[in-house]
């Protein structure tokens, strides 16, 4: 057994959090909770340098050693700990690990990460300390936010009440509260300035030409007068919420299926579109044969029929040679017209119709039932090449965070095209259930990028586990799409002489000749496709953000850490979002007496955060109940009790947190 950094280890008794694993997770957990005071002690057995190298600079302790030996857990001081993480990428480590802790310290607080569902639900029945979590549905939610193109960021619920973060231009100039009234400023982006000022306060000066991520509830906008267009994005956004966090609500995208919406008469569309994508140019040139061979036989009996077969009848008619063109071709006759009495001529053009007519039919019948079979194939292992989607976005990775946004998406209403390596994925059957068709192949080619529709589509999320190969992804995409839709425009382009011509009809008619951009779009009429990037390491971040202009990067792990964290410190986490790269979390937290929230008010204090709300308790003011108080002001006082809704980037919500909290969990 190996102790790295033993000097700080040995300084640790009590009060601390083991965490187990150092992997993402296991690192950014150890990383807030450092960062917030809070003693932290990570057992890893595996060689990890890197990640190690960096926890060994700011002097937190490294045990070498399995999480599975109640020797390792002994030597990490369980007795004293006041939670223990286990984050390994495996369950079944996860597992073991909660067992073997449950076995030494009972009254232990567990926090296990879980990917299976129905393991997670058995392990927390069997277990009554312990927290189960599952990174993929709490960060899934952000990456179907960043998929969708909308001014509304993101959305959570809470009672009955429906917060929401907006993204709005600045109209007027003056003091935030001057514009905005009493909504929540979350981010301020100033033109041309690289960084945003993350919780400005409602006293600071904004001009036309910012923007600002607003926070508050629907009605407040409303009072406010600041219109959100997107409502239906808003409600999407806030059941989706509500999936990922009540586990009785069942998978994401299962329980929206009902609400998916669809566009009206779409079912014609993707017929005529199937029906020219999956019959080529061989089935078109024999049903084109089939057509051909049909007039001729009609025209050629109808002309010479009566005079050439003494038992025709007198009013043999176009109709009639239509009728025995089809019974000759499809060998089905002769119960009334034959050519048993024709002319020798007629006879040999009836036996040619014969072998001629069915051959042609019969490959006809050949090229459908070929692509009947196909097509049922592809439903039946989730293949499909995705020819009839549009305005779709293509989720690239069918991990357990590919999934929950794939879930997430169905549950908006939104249609998903998968691009997915490995054909023997586990969770195939899962995009089968939903519908969602998937094409097998890298998501760094342009073919496959094709293939799933890339020119059709709105948004590319790049979602596997590696940093490289998704920055890869999202490039890629981003220069076929715009390859394609140049050469459109080039090919679409008149000679400038019709297009001086239809510039002069236009203004004649009173029509403005002058286009107009969507936005988003590339700023010549035509929509840009959007990127999301899932990636964990920062500096690769920035370099993508600096060289390549990729802004919408999420990182998974650094959405789900703060779930560990509050089940760790025993505060309840209501949501995580992003504002451009910057996470945020809303908590809510109840002052604890003799901590650092008990007595000031909200403008003594200075957490880099802003409160959305306040309920005060019924201790001290005699009430029944604790209704919260959407609208506290800068006067309003805390007390032992209070709950508070508090929303900031995750580190200023920790050390919130760790101020608030009873001297046992400082360092």
């Known amino acids: 057994m190996r102790v790295v950094s033993g000097h700080a280890f040995s300084q640790i008794v009590s009060g601390h959090v083991i965490v187990c694993g150092l992997n993402d997770l296991g690192f950014r957990i150890a990383e807030q ?3 917030a005071g809070v003693a932290v002690v990570v057992i890893e057995r595996r060689d990890v340098g890197p990640l190690r190298q960096r926890l060994e600079r700011w002097d937190v302790p490294v045990l070498a050693d399995s999480a599975h030996t109640g020797d390792a857990l002994r030597q990490a001081s369980i007795a004293g700990a006041v939670a223990l993480i286990a984050c390994h990428d495996i369950d079944l480590d996860n597992l073991e ?16 990460r879980v990917t299976n569902a129905q393991l997670g639900d058995q392990l927390g029945a069997a277990l009554p300390t312990v ?28 009672g009955s009440e429906i917060f929401t973060v907006v993204d709005v231009p600045v109209s007027a100039a003056g003091a935030c ?24 306060s409602r006293d600071t000066f904004v001009a036309p030409g910012d923007r600002i991520a607003l926070l508050g509830r629907l009605a407040d906008f409303a009072d406010n007068g600041v219109r959100v267009s997107s409502t239906d994005d808003v409600n999407a956004l806030a059941n989706l919420s509500v999936a990922h966090t009540d586990p009785a609500s069942g998978r994401a995208g299962r329980a929206g299926r009902a609400g998916r919406r669809r566009r009206p008469h779409a079912w014609i569309r993707d017929l005529a579109v199937t029906t020219a994508a999956e019959f ?18 009609t025209l050629v009996l109808s002309l010479t029929y009566a005079d050439n077969d003494p038992v025709a009848p007198a009013d043999f008619g176009p109709l009639d040679a239509f009728y025995l063109t089809v019974t000759t071709m499809a060998t089905v006759g002769y119960g009334d017209f034959n050519f048993g009495a024709a002319t020798s001529w007629l006879q040999a053009f009836g036996i040619a119709l014969i072998l001629v007519g069915a051959l042609s039919i019969a490959v006809v019948y050949a090229f459908i039932t070929n692509v009947i079979i196909s097509r049922r194939l592809e439903r039946t292992i989730g293949h499909g090449r995705a020819t009839t989607v549009r305005d779709h976005v293509i989720v690239c990775g069918l991990g357990s965070v590919g999934l929950a946004t794939v879930e997430g998406l169905v549950t908006a209403g939104r249609d998903v095209v998968i691009v997915e390596r490995d054909e023997n994925n586990r969770f195939l059957s899962v995009v089968r259930d939903l519908k969602v068709p998937v ?33 890869e992804a999202v490039l890629s995409a981003r220069e076929a799409f715009n390859d394609h839709h140049s050469d459109r425009r080039r090919a679409g382009r008149r000679p400038q002489r019709q297009q001086r011509r239809g510039r002069t009809r236009r203004r004649r008619s009173g029509i403005d000749p002058v286009r107009t951009s969507t936005p988003g779009s590339d700023g010549d009429g035509e929509p840009g496709l959007r990127v999301v990037l899932r990636i964990f390491d920062t500096t690769l971040a920035d370099e993508a953000e600096r060289r390549f202009a990729i802004h919408t990067a999420r990182s998974a792990s650094a959405l789900a850490t703060p779930w560990f964290v509050g089940a760790a410190l025993d505060y309840e986490v209501v949501s995580t979002f992003y504002v451009d790269r910057e996470p945020f979390l809303v908590a809510r937290i109840t002052v604890v007496a003799g901590g650092g929230l008990d007595g000031p008010t909200l403008q003594e204090l200075s957490t880099g955060t802003r409160m959305l709300a306040v309920a ?10 604790r209704t919260p108080n959407y609208r506290p002001t800068r006067h309003t006082r805390l007390r032992p009790g209070d709950e508070i809704l508090v929303v900031g980037p995750t580190a200023q919500i920790i050390d919130t947190v760790s101020r608030n909290q009873a001297p046992r969990v400082r360092s």
């Open 33 to 35: 909770l450092h960062t």
């Open 97 to 112: 690990t909660a067992l073997v802790a449950t076995e030494i310290a009972p009254e232990l607080r567990l926090v296990v």
């Open 131 to 158: 927290r189960v979590l599952n990174l993929a549905e709490k960060a899934g939610h952000s990456f179907v936010e960043a998929c969708i193109r909308s001014d509304v960021r993101h959305a959570f619920r809470l």
């Open 177 to 200: 509260r001057q514009v905005f009234g009493n909504l929540t400023p979350v981010a301020l982006r100033r033109p041309g300035a690289r960084q945003v000022e993350i919780c400005p």
């Open 280 to 297: 080529d140019r061989p089935f078109r040139l024999a049903l084109g044969a089939v057509l051909t061979i049909m007039a001729i036989g």
């Open 439 to 471: 094409v097998f192949g890298d998501a760094t080619v342009r073919a496959t990028l094709m293939e799933a529709g890339l020119a059709r589509a709105t948004t590319l999320a790049a979602v596997t586990s590696d940093d490289v190969a998704n920055l």
């Open 616 to 625: 005060t308790s019924s201790e001290h003011d005699g009430t029944p109940d």
